[in-house]
């Protein structure tokens, strides 16, 4: 065993926190200048150009530019969705007031780049930690930009994923600092940033939850005697309580107040009595399962990833609507090569990757406090693209580990210090551009187009000056959120906002004739505005049916299609945004309005494409 300790092992490296800053800022920059590949691509093209900067690229980024705005000038429209009390678009507005000398367009393009880089800085100090800052460094320059990683964080894509693994990884590194250097210090700080990436995004209580039942495993197996660390573990109990976010602040410091000035002291008396140091573990799973943890497990059962199905069955009396989730690309299933590419960026990076992550794992056992975010990465073969982030900095590290392994025995073949020194930082260095390279080829392919260019964004201004705020665009789901930010009005469906429920008025409203279009526009209005003022649920057709007293949607149509129908009045003026990118998603369209609402069973339909000399059918 001690053999194999010494084969893994990195020993002990001293170098001064001047240094490890150093090479934070150069790992830092090369993931900056890497994402200036792009810029190099669309620069100079006019219709990618819009108020004096690049136009971003993800629907998903208008909708936190919106609530960043609208704080900024200081209020909004009455149930116009606008997300003005979200961290992201929060901090967003933050920055910007941080720097009025940077446009607000130009800001929300280029702050994804730079945000999302900070992951180098816990890369680094886990690598310090297990031992090799330089392991960390070289596992920076990796994590920052590998294939998947670099797709959500790029210029442009403005959106929660530019701190949605920054914010784990550095409570992780902080876990981990507490349980080495058994400092409480670490583990308040890294409950604190628990709770702010819970304000983050939502999906991150689940991370939490894992974060805490992985370290009272660690604690078993490594320290079960250890009775302060059990105290250590209450600090990760605190952000999942069922409570509001700023009495989990005031609870974190409160403990940290009371563990600091009260429970330490009683510790090492306390540590003498095994029955004490039972007792509080028990009382600390205990408390835990009966507070947080069996309702998480229910949830996490039931959640839509775990339970994909076709239609939105709701119950058999209701309608049954289509799923969303069936037509979200990143939600798919997707092959093992895309997965591991994805990941690593090349089959050679992701099995070097997952053997030196293991071997770091068996040599530094606190290492599986990053458990979760690597079985979450996995967890894209159930859950879709999108989770393979979290697994990129884990396999980056297991990268790094190979390289640093392979340098260390080289260079013992030199004799002189000096040389032999220099030779293990250049080959460590060569080998990990050889992971490194595969993901620099992909980013000068990946060249994503903005989601509307300038002529689309010129008419969503003229659009802007003709409707007021309150009136509505109809329009797709794609478009929602960049209709809101550049016409200002409403939309009936955006990308938060489209279940399968929603999403057929909207579809009935734009593969119909054009009366029974018009009719079912402004009853979608009438049903959504009604729906604010009395928080009811979101299955408008069946509110529609209810009000004109008819027992199947079927005869509902049939009414749709007279001119004379008896609509009810509406305040607001109804606009059809219609990009002609649409046509490439129109057949998706038609599906969510084309299926018998009764079993759920598809209908199949017709779409023509005139331009494109083809025709579509489903």
Same mark, same amino acid.
């Given at each position: 065993?001690?053999?194999?300790?010494?084969?893994?092992?990195?020993?002990?490296?001293?170098?001064?926190?001047?240094?490890?800053?150093?090479?934070?800022?150069?790992?830092?920059?090369?993931?900056?200048?890497?994402?200036?590949?792009?810029?190099?691509?669309?620069?100079?093209?006019?219709? *990618?150009?819009?108020?004096?900067?690049?136009?971003?690229?993800?629907?998903?980024?208008?909708?936190?530019?919106?609530?960043?705005?609208?704080?900024?000038?200081?209020?909004?429209?009455?149930?116009?969705?606008?997300?003005?009390?979200?961290?992201?678009?929060?901090?967003?507005?933050?920055?910007?007031?941080?720097?009025?000398?940077?446009?607000?367009?130009?800001?929300?393009?280029?702050?994804?780049?730079?945000?999302?880089?900070?992951?180098?800085?816990?890369?680094?100090?886990?690598?310090?930690?297990?031992?090799?800052?330089?392991?960390? &460094? %070289?596992?920076?320059?990796?994590?920052?930009?590998?294939?998947?990683?670099?797709?959500?964080?790029?210029?442009?894509?403005?959106?929660?994923?530019? *701190?949605?693994?920054?914010?784990?990884?550095?409570?992780?590194?902080?876990?981990? =600092?507490?349980?080495?250097?058994?400092?409480?210090?670490?583990?308040?700080?890294?409950?604190?940033?628990?709770?702010?990436?819970?304000?983050? $995004?939502?999906?991150? =209580?689940?991370?939490?939850?894992?974060?805490?039942?992985?370290?009272?495993?660690?604690?078993?197996?490594?320290?079960?005697?250890?009775?302060?660390?059990?105290?250590?573990?209450?600090?990760?109990?605190?952000?999942?309580?069922?409570?509001?976010?700023?009495?989990?602040?005031?609870?974190?410091?409160?403990?940290?107040?009371?563990?600091? &000035?009260?429970?330490?002291?009683?510790?090492?008396?306390?540590?003498?009595?095994?029955?004490?140091?039972?007792?509080?573990?028990?009382?600390?799973?205990?408390?835990?399962?009966?507070?947080?943890?069996?309702?998480?497990?229910?949830?996490?059962?039931?959640?839509?990833?775990?339970?994909?199905?076709?239609?939105?069955?709701?119950?058999?009396?209701?309608?049954?609507?289509?799923?969303?989730?069936?037509?979200?690309?990143?939600? +798919?299933?997707?092959?093992?090569?895309?997965?591991?590419?994805?990941?690593?960026?090349?089959?050679?990076?992701?099995?070097?990757?997952?053997?030196?992550?293991?071997? *770091?794992?068996?040599?530094?056992?606190?290492?599986? %406090?990053?458990?979760? #975010?690597?079985?979450?990465?996995?967890?894209?073969?159930?859950?879709? %693209?999108?989770?393979?982030?979290?697994?990129?900095?884990?396999?980056?590290?297991?990268?790094?580990?190979?390289?640093? #392994?392979?340098?260390?025995?080289?260079?013992?073949?030199?004799?002189?210090?000096?040389?032999?020194?220099?030779?293990?930082?250049?080959?460590?260095?060569?080998?990990?551009?050889?992971?490194?390279?595969?993901?620099?080829?992909?980013?000068?392919?990946?060249?994503?187009?903005?989601?509307?260019?300038?002529?689309?964004?010129?008419?969503?201004?003229?659009?802007?000056?003709?409707?007021?705020?309150?009136?509505?665009? #109809?329009?797709?789901?794609?478009?929602?959120?960049?209709?809101?930010?550049?016409?200002?009005?409403?939309? #009936?469906?955006?990308? +938060?906002?489209?279940?399968?429920?929603?999403?057929?008025?909207?579809?009935?409203?734009?593969?119909?004739?054009?009366?029974?279009?018009?009719?079912?526009?402004?009853?979608?209005? =009438?049903?959504?505005?009604?729906?604010?003022?009395?928080?009811?649920?979101?299955?408008?057709?069946?509110?529609?049916?209810?009000?004109?007293?008819?027992?199947?949607?079927?005869?509902?149509?049939?009414?749709?299609?007279?001119?004379?129908?008896?609509?009810?009045?509406?305040?607001?003026?109804?606009?059809?945004?219609?990009?002609?990118?649409?046509?490439?998603?129109?057949?998706?369209?038609?599906?969510?309005?084309?299926?018998?609402? $009764?079993?759920?069973?598809?209908?199949?339909?017709?779409?023509?494409?005139?331009?494109?000399?083809?025709?579509?059918?489903?």
């Amino acid at each position: 065993m001690d053999n194999w300790k010494k084969f893994l092992g990195l020993g002990e490296e001293f170098l001064s926190l001047n240094v490890v800053w150093l090479l934070i800022f150069v790992a830092y920059a090369f993931n900056i200048a890497v994402r200036y590949i792009y810029i190099g691509y669309i620069d100079g093209q006019s219709q *990618l150009f819009w108020n004096n900067t690049f136009i971003i690229n993800t629907n998903d980024g208008f909708y936190w530019a919106e609530g960043a705005r609208d704080i900024l000038n200081g209020g909004h429209q009455s149930n116009d969705l606008s997300p003005v009390h979200t961290m992201a678009a929060v901090l967003t507005a933050m920055i910007a007031k941080l720097l009025p000398f940077v446009s607000f367009d130009t800001l929300i393009f280029y702050l994804p780049g730079f945000l999302s880089s900070l992951i180098v800085i816990p890369l680094i100090f886990i690598g310090r930690l297990v031992g090799s800052t330089w392991l960390g &460094f %070289l596992a920076a320059l990796l994590g920052g930009m590998a294939w998947s990683y670099y797709h959500r964080t790029m210029f442009g894509y403005i959106d929660t994923d530019m *701190l949605i693994v920054v914010l784990p990884l550095s409570a992780i590194a902080l876990m981990m =600092y507490s349980f080495a250097k058994n400092e409480k210090i670490y583990m308040m700080l890294a409950a604190i940033v628990e709770v702010f990436m819970m304000q983050w $995004h939502g999906g991150m =209580y689940n991370v939490v939850n894992s974060l805490f039942i992985v370290s009272f495993i660690y604690v078993l197996i490594f320290a079960r005697m250890q009775l302060n660390y059990y105290l250590f573990l209450i600090y990760l109990i605190i952000p999942v309580l069922p409570m509001d976010v700023t009495w989990k602040y005031i609870f974190v410091i409160a403990y940290g107040a009371l563990h600091w &000035f009260v429970l330490e002291s009683r510790v090492e008396h306390l540590v003498k009595k095994p029955k004490t140091v039972w007792g509080l573990a028990i009382g600390v799973v205990g408390g835990y399962l009966i507070f947080v943890g069996l309702p998480w497990i229910n949830n996490v059962i039931h959640n839509t990833y775990f339970t994909r199905a076709v239609t939105d069955s709701m119950a058999d009396d209701k309608l049954h609507y289509f799923s969303v989730l069936n037509t979200v690309r990143e939600a +798919g299933h997707i092959s093992y090569d895309t997965i591991v590419h994805r990941i690593s960026g090349s089959w050679l990076g992701f099995i070097t990757g997952l053997v030196g992550y293991l071997f *770091l794992l068996v040599r530094y056992p606190l290492l599986m %406090l990053s458990l979760p #975010l690597l079985a979450l990465g996995f967890f894209t073969l159930k859950g879709g %693209l999108r989770f393979t982030i979290f697994a990129v900095p884990l396999m980056a590290l297991g990268n790094a580990f190979i390289a640093i #392994l392979i340098a260390k025995y080289v260079k013992n073949a030199f004799i002189n210090d000096k040389v032999a020194k220099s030779a293990y930082h250049i080959i460590s260095l060569g080998i990990m551009g050889l992971f490194i390279y595969p993901n620099y080829q992909h980013i000068h392919k990946y060249i994503v187009p903005p989601v509307m260019n300038k002529t689309e964004i010129e008419t969503l201004e003229k659009l802007k000056h003709i409707a007021k705020r309150t009136d509505y665009a #109809l329009s797709w789901w794609d478009y929602g959120y960049p209709i809101r930010y550049y016409a200002d009005v409403k939309t #009936l469906v955006d990308g +938060g906002k489209h279940t399968g429920a929603v999403n057929f008025p909207v579809s009935f409203a734009l593969t119909r004739d054009l009366v029974s279009s018009r009719n079912m526009a402004v009853l979608a209005v =009438y049903e959504t505005e009604k729906s604010f003022k009395t928080k009811r649920g979101n299955d408008y057709l069946q509110y529609m049916m209810e009000d004109y007293n008819v027992s199947t949607p079927e005869k509902l149509f049939e009414m749709l299609k007279s001119p004379n129908f008896p609509l009810p009045k509406i305040k607001e003026d109804i606009y059809y945004v219609l990009p002609y990118r649409m046509m490439d998603i129109f057949p998706t369209v038609a599906v969510f309005s084309t299926l018998d609402l $009764h079993s759920g069973k598809q209908h199949s339909h017709f779409f023509y494409a005139p331009k494109q000399g083809r025709k579509i059918q489903d």
